[in-house]
């Protein structure tokens, strides 16, 4: 059983940054797909961030990018999710997640493992 536990989340003002930050409790799904995602009430999980293959890919969707950074630092087994120029839209739960593959895409059934979740609220 892989744990995951996000801490991180907040609120902040448009124009804001977060860093939300995700430890997992196996070193061995640090080499594998690794990803952020986030819902809304009313609306369908969607993926903000992934990174794959020990670390050498990552993706992102139009909606998010150049604003957040996904990144991982393995020797403290952590995934860190940057929110910079953060928008009231960006208002969700943040969930962590890993997968048994090398390379995915942003899609949640590429993803086993879930954290709890980290609100982060975003006022204009």
């Known amino acids: 059983q892989v744990r995951l536990v996000e801490s991180g989340g907040g609120s902040v003002q448009a124009g804001g940054s977060l860093r939300l930050s995700c430890v997992v409790s196996t070193y061995t799904y640090m080499s594998n797909c690794m990803g952020w995602f986030r819902q809304a009430p009313g609306k369908e999980r969607e993926g903000v961030a992934i990174?794959?293959?020990?670390?050498?890919?990552?993706d992102y969707p139009d909606s998010v990018k150049g604003r957040f950074t996904i990144s991982q630092d393995s020797a403290k087994n952590t995934v860190y999710l940057q929110m910079d120029s953060l928008k009231p839209e960006d208002t969700a739960t943040y969930y962590c997640?890993?997968?048994?593959?090398?390379?995915?895409?942003?899609?949640?059934?590429?993803?086993?493992?879930w954290g709890q979740g980290t609100q982060v609220t975003v006022s204009s």
């Open positions: 990174i794959y293959n020990d670390g050498l890919g990552t």
């Open positions: 997640a890993a997968g048994p593959f090398r390379l995915c895409r942003l899609w949640a059934g590429y993803f086993t493992y």
